[in-house]
């Protein structure tokens, strides 16, 4: 509140917290709003009107999974600045070719543009926990990176990481069709790994799926 906001939503599924957030709506009167519920169950583009932003602590058990809900509807958002167990900060904004880089950091960096912007210790919280935190910023993209539709790009991201250490001729053979007729199409050589593709050439992977 004190940034600025014009309204706030405080979404609380604990009831242990909803008094001492009732506290805080009462000194914030009309500007915060306590929400008593789960943000998995919750639209939060029908709570407000644009312009929004997501700030939040997530829930590491669920973090992933309420990430990629608001992908489906990140066009909605101004920004999202988020706090994440450090392994999956990284692989958030994982490049190609680099350990963490996966299925997560394709279908985040297609449609948005992530950016760690600090550690949080394990001596910041009580009690403390045995993992680093990050606080990522997420900002939605004007269009995504490159045409896809994201159901087939979540098809060849996860069949080329479900074997990410077999080339994509072996690894994309789960998908039914020809491996090698699908990376032609896309222009991809059969030998390359899941690792080693852009996040463009698996758009490129996508479209070649569709046609086919």
Known sequence: MAEGAGRVFAI?????????????????????????????????????????????????????????????????????????????ALRLTAAPRSKPYGRLSVITQWLSEPRILFDVPARAFVPPPKVTSTVVLIVPRAAPLAPAAKPALERVTAAAFGQRRKMLRSSLAVLGISPEDLLTRAGIPPTVRAEELTVAEFCALARALEQA
Do not use: H
């Open 12 to 88: 609380e599924r604990d009831p242990r917290c909803l008094a001492a957030l009732g506290e805080l709506a009462k000194a914030y009167m009309g500007r915060l709003e306590i929400v008593a519920g789960d943000a998995l169950k919750l639209d939060l583009v029908a709570l407000t009107a644009a312009p929004r932003k997501v700030v939040a602590n997530l829930p590491y058990n669920i973090a992933t999974v309420l990430l990629l809900g608001w992908l489906d509807q990140i066009a909605a958002f101004e920004n999202l600045t988020l706090m994440f167990q450090r392994e999956v």
